[in-house]
């Protein structure tokens, strides 16, 4: 099975299990591991001060699966929600996505999402 990593230093994917050579000839902003590619998302809207996002986030479904790999993962930012999407189960990834998006609406009448 193939797992790559992203290095951060150099702007090209290199081996992940031993770290030699180029493997790709432009840069990629994706992660790939046994052949599914990984979106990344910036979820941004203006933040009121003082937001608690504890409400939104008891919502959200389980992030791993039954066969216990990550779904999809998230972080709560300055400018929003980052959003990682490990295309696992589109279903869960995307509801968890909705409501994230739904979320935003609540505080902001413009929304941008944005493809990593």
């Known amino acids: 099975m193939e797992t790559w990593r992203k290095t951060f230093k150099v702007k090209n994917i290199t081996c992940g299990c031993c ?3 180029s493997l790709a000839a432009k840069p990629s902003r994706y992660l790939r591991k046994n ?3 990984k979106f990344e998302y910036k979820i941004k809207f203006e933040m009121p001060k003082g ?3 504890y409400n ?4 959200l479904p389980s992030p791993i699966s039954p066969k216990m790999t990550e779904i999809y993962n998230y972080s709560v930012q300055s400018y929003g929600f980052y959003f990682l999407d490990n ?3 589109q279903r869960t990834a995307g509801h968890a996505m909705k409501l994230l ?3 935003c609406f609540k505080y902001s009448k413009t929304v941008k999402i944005e493809k990593l």
């Open 87 to 89: 295309r696992v189960d």
């Open 19 to 21: 770290g030699r050579g």
């Open 56 to 59: 939104v986030l008891r919502k």
């Open 101 to 103: 998006v739904d979320e």
């Open 35 to 37: 052949n599914k590619m």
């Open 51 to 53: 937001y608690d996002p």
